[in-house]
Nanobody
Framework: QAQLVESGGNSVQAGGSLRLSCASS????????MAWFRQAPGKEREGVAA????????????YYADSVKGRFTISRDNAKNTLYLQMNSLKPEDTAMYYC??????????????????WGQGTQVTVSS
């Protein structure tokens, strides 16, 4: 069982930056796709960004929700078993609980939460105007 632990959430003013981290207690194989999701109160969980590994092609492209393109950057350090989300130019609408997810089951899109096997408990990001 993989254990994913997020950290880095905080309260910031609009325009500020935060870096979220997701540490895996299990070896995060470079072949594992990983992603960040978020969920605001009263809203559905939505995909924010993902690193989608295609082991056959040897590629690992990144994908972003339109709402965060150009502001957020997803990255990973396999040696440290850690996934990151650098968030710049934060807006009040970015306020949500942020979750990391790992290991896709296959068959869904990168932003389909049902397609991920392992989840962290979340870290809260609050952006004030």
């Amino acid at each position: 069982q993989a254990q994913l632990v997020e950290s880095g959430g905080n309260s910031v003013q609009a325009g500020g930056s935060l870096r979220l981290s997701c540490a895996s207690s299990r070896y995060t194989n470079a072949r594992d796709s990983m992603a960040w999701f978020r969920q605001a109160p009263g809203k559905e969980r939505e995909g924010v960004a993902a690193i989608v590994v295609n082991a056959y092609l040897g590629t690992a492209p990144t994908y972003y929700a339109d709402s965060v393109k150009g502001r957020f950057t997803i990255s990973r350090d396999n040696a440290k078993n850690t996934l990151y989300l650098q968030m710049n130019s934060l807006k009040p609408e970015d306020t949500a609980m942020y979750y990391c997810a790992a290991v896709r089951k296959g068959g869904g899109t990168w932003y389909d939460s049902a397609d991920y096997t392992y989840w962290g408990q979340g870290t809260q990001v609050t952006v004030s105007s």
